[in-house]
């Protein structure tokens, strides 16, 4: 499971950092990812890293907005910084997880979070 935190309402200029906490199958979580889904359009990718720490951006994000993770407590991060009224949106984080299941198979699956919602306007 995934819980996602640190949304609000901020002006034009300013910064949030959005926490996303994972439990439960920890040990499996390979990439994490921030999509956001502003109101009448499609989910997009924001920014994502990989267990090893590689990370990608949207090309409206790039030195704006930084993804990082603490495998230890189990929390991804995106720090944004110098928003945009464009920015608003409802933000969620993402888990890949693989693992063998009870028969040894090989599983890939996706978790989500719940959202949080970031709003920027003066």
């Known amino acids: 499971q995934l819980q996602a935190s640190g949304g609000g309402l901020v002006q034009p200029g300013g910064s949030l950092r959005l926490s996303c906490t994972a439990s439960g199958r920890t040990s499996s979580i390979t990439a994490m990812a921030w999509y956001r889904q502003a109101p009448g359009k499609q989910r997009e990718l924001v920014a994502s890293i990989t267990s090893g720490g590689s990370t990608t951006y949207a090309d409206s994000v790039k030195g704006r907005f930084t993804i990082s993770r603490d495998n230890a407590r189990n929390t991804m991060y995106l720090q944004m910084n110098t928003l945009k009224p464009e920015d608003t949106a409802v933000f969620y984080c993402?888990?890949?997880?693989?693992?063998?299941?009870?028969?040894?198979?090989?599983?890939?699956?996706?978790?989500w979070g719940q959202g949080t919602q970031v709003t920027v306007s003066s």
């Open positions: 993402r888990a890949d997880l693989f693992y063998y299941n009870d028969y040894s198979e090989p599983v890939v699956a996706a978790s």
